[in-house]
């Protein structure tokens, strides 16, 4: 097969959750397990950090990927869903997987899926696990899919299991309260494997403290120990920003550049940190300086995108992949603090989010373009519409999210703001995302 249609067999053939929804989704290990049997167990031939988490941990991941990298290191990457091309998914040192080795894998391992039938996501699983085996990587980033107990990921047993914020996503399959949805993410816990908690919640911090003691793993909250503030508030169109991190017990306090802007990664800088300790304390050799040259270089060491990306200027052109009511909270906050004449906000979602919650959260002000990604998932735009009239926000149905974005920036003066979010599939139809 070539590219091209290895990528349809994967697509069409096999269920994926990334376009379905909840009909591309697997409980359980069964099938995973069944992959990497037969795959030799490539699981067992890499150390990992795994990251899981409902807001951040794709930051997070990449974060460290960075790091690592800046420290010397042969460092695998996994993260999903990918924007543009299904190769993201997988990269060694911040280079994609190379399609030709995507190619040979799948035309290798046919049999088997057809034998296993496992889903899509369960062959992404298998497929990066073989390709960091293979390329012997000194250590790998490993982010959950969805929740972690039963996520397909949850076969490797890492070095540091991180967990970053936990807020109402996906409850249709994790669960309808924040400890519920907690006690799936605490299932990436391991027994006698340090953890590391990003955040103290209130409402979550004992189920993560219960499944420590159960597996013998030790338990750190990250923000108990580091405290990231901002120095200034960064430039509108600022492509990054300087933090100032107050170290254990006020010991140590020293400033960092974040080469990721927006609200919600002070809240994933002290996890970062607290991982690379960790991973210190195991004899890694992590200086200072890499620390500072991975966070402050992440896009160009990683790739990563989508993250408060500034697209454009006069007007001032911004897209964020939050699309849940954590993320929309800190996108709305960070809009607020934005000079600007007029708001436009170019927004679409999918089917299965609570989108009316989402919605109240969002600024009555703004203009809004409606649109829907090219996926199943996609809630219709004029349903969108329909519901964002509801609760006070105006705006016209345009379709395709090229037309969404084209229309709002044909009616943007200069001195105005554009938006663009409400779900990672709209960003990732935004053609100047990859040329930012």
């Known amino acids: 097969m070539t590219y091209s249609e290895t990528l349809a067999y994967l697509y069409e053939q096999l269920p994926m959750f990334q376009r379905v929804g909840a009909a591309g989704f697997k409980s359980g290990l069964g099938n995973t397990l069944a992959l990497a049997a037969a795959l030799g167990h490539p699981e067992r031939q890499f150390r990992a950090v795994h990251v899981a988490g409902t807001n951040g941990k794709g930051s997070s991941s990449n974060l460290l990927a960075a790091v690592l990298q800046a420290a010397g290191y042969n460092v695998g990457l996994y993260t999903s869903p990918h924007l543009r091309e299904f190769t993201e998914r997988i990269k060694l040192n911040g280079q994609d997987l190379d399609p030709d080795y995507l190619v040979r894998w799948v035309a290798k391992w046919k049999p088997l899926f057809e034998q296993v039938q496992p889903s899509f996501f369960e062959m992404c699983v298998a497929l990066a696990y073989s390709y960091f085996a293979e390329q012997q990587v000194d250590i790998a980033i490993v982010e959950v899919g969805l929740g972690g107990r039963l996520d397909s990921t949850n076969i490797i047993t890492p070095l540091v299991s991180l967990i970053t914020n936990i807020s109402?996503?996906?409850?249709?399959?994790?669960?309808?309260?924040l400890p519920l949805i907690a006690a799936e993410k605490a299932g990436i816990i391991k027994p006698g494997v340090p953890a590391v908690i990003s955040q103290t919640q209130p409402e979550v911090k004992a189920v993560f403290e219960h499944k420590a003691r159960?597996?013998?793993?030790?338990?750190?909250?990250?923000?108990?120990?580091?405290?990231?503030?901002?120095?200034?508030?960064?430039?509108?169109?600022a492509s990054s920003q300087r933090l100032r991190i107050t170290g254990p017990g006020e010991a140590t306090v020293q400033e960092l550049e974040v080469g990721l802007v927006g609200d919600y990664q002070r809240l994933n800088v002290p996890?970062?940190?607290?991982v690379l300790d960790e991973l210190r304390h195991q004899g890694w050799t992590i200086p200072a300086g890499a620390v500072a040259t991975g966070l402050r270089e992440v896009r160009r060491l990683t790739g990563f995108r989508g993250r408060w990306t500034i697209l454009g200027r006069q007007p001032l052109v911004i897209c964020d992949t939050g699309h849940n009511e954590a993320g929309i909270r800190f996108i709305t906050a960070q809009l607020a603090r934005l000079?600007?004449?007029?708001?436009?906000?170019?927004?679409?979602?999918?089917?299965?989010?609570?989108?009316?919650?989402?919605?109240?959260?969002?600024?009555?002000?703004?203009?809004?373009?409606?649109?829907?990604?090219?996926?199943?998932?996609?809630l219709p735009a004029q349903e969108l519409?329909?519901?964002?009239?509801?609760?006070?926000?105006?705006?016209?149905?345009?379709?395709?999210?090229?037309?969404?974005?084209?229309?709002?920036?044909?009616?943007?003066?200069?001195?105005?703001?554009v938006f663009i979010g409400g779900s990672t599939f709209v960003v990732a139809e935004i053609e100047e995302l990859y040329s930012a």
């Open 214 to 237: 159960e597996v013998g793993a030790p338990l750190r909250f990250a923000d108990a120990q580091y405290q990231a503030h901002l120095l200034e508030e960064p430039a509108p169109d």
């Open 271 to 274: 996890g970062v940190l607290a």
């Open 339 to 378: 000079p600007y004449q007029q708001l436009h906000i170019v927004l679409g979602t999918v089917n299965d989010k609570d989108v009316t919650k989402m919605l109240t959260l969002l600024p009555t002000a703004a203009t809004y373009y409606f649109c829907q990604a090219n996926i199943p998932r996609a």
């Open 385 to 417: 519409a329909a519901r964002a009239a509801g609760v006070g926000l105006q705006g016209r149905v345009y379709g395709p999210v090229p037309v969404a974005v084209a229309a709002a920036r044909a009616a943007a003066a200069p001195g105005d703001v």
């Open 168 to 177: 109402f996503d996906h409850q249709n399959l994790l669960g309808d309260t």
